[in-house]
């Protein structure tokens, strides 16, 4: 579905990333992880021609850089890291998502995807608030629902949990999982918390100043690389067939 090929940006003469190579399948979860100022966010923006890299960003088997804004809207949904506040409604930003496939005006199929959104990520008692009545946490869940309405075929999403307190991190991943698996999406997320990218992965790449340093199934977060990419020594011990990353 997505394929990228000797990816590399720079901003002015600072390189920030290079020689990115790797694939994304229909119904698979690939996250990304690395520190701060690896190229995480950068990635996503070239992925979604935000950016423009160097090297080819290919969906299905069309390049990124030769497809019109209003068609790369209809295949791609982009979860940024923080979402924009003004004073539309949670039910009216939502409804954006529908923009790339309204023609001449909103159609009763519309509402109906902006409302089947609403009930999956339990909005319901928000619909009608302001994003500026909402507290950070909420506002991710309308972003994400946003992308989600959009109906795409790739999903990009930067530090998704951001803001989320335990429980809905828990809900809204798995929802995402679900949506990505029944739907068959391909799912590109960054994220900073190993434990939850090692509960829901299907493949993760390891990104350290810019470069692959590995990649690979849940597997990689191991000690070893994990020291390599972050400069910490950690424990991993195995529970439920998944790495659990022990900080000490």
Not at 94 to 123: A, C, F, M, Q, Y
Not at 138 to 155: C, H, M, S, T, Y
Request: proline share 3%; glycine share 8%.
């Amino acid at each position: 579905m997505l394929r990228i090929e000797d990816l590399s940006f720079a901003y002015n003469s600072r390189v920030v990333l290079k020689g990115i190579d790797f694939d994304v399948t229909s119904g698979e979860m690939l996250f990304i992880i690395g520190p701060n100022g690896s190229g995480k966010s950068t990635l996503l923006k070239c992925l979604n021609g935000i950016l423009k890299p160097r090297g080819s960003v290919y969906i299905g088997m069309r390049e990124l850089n030769k497809l019109p804004r209003g068609e790369i809207a209809k295949w791609i949904g982009y979860v940024p890291q923080r979402g924009e506040i003004n004073h539309l409604t949670v039910f009216d930003t939502i409804l954006l998502g529908r923009k790339p496939h309204i023609k001449w005006s909103v159609s009763e199929n519309d509402t109906e995807v902006v409302k089947r959104i609403i009930k999956l990520l339990d909005l319901e008692d928000l619909s009608f608030r302001r994003l500026t009545e909402l507290s950070g946490g909420e506002l991710q869940k309308v972003i994400i629902a946003r992308a989600l309405a959009q109906e795409p075929k790739i999903l990009l999403l930067d530090e998704p949990t951001n803001n989320l307190d335990l429980k809905n991190q828990i809900e809204v991943m798995r929802i995402l999982r679900k949506v990505v698996r029944e739907r068959g999406i391909s799912a590109v997320i960054t994220m900073h918390d190993l434990n939850i990218a090692s509960l829901y992965a299907d493949r993760i790449i390891m990104l350290k100043d810019g470069e692959i340093v590995s990649v690979g199934g849940v597997e990689v977060l191991n000690s070893e690389n994990i020291e390599k990419v972050y400069g910490i020594k950690v424990s991993v011990v195995e529970h439920d067939g998944k790495p659990l990353i022990v900080f000490s």
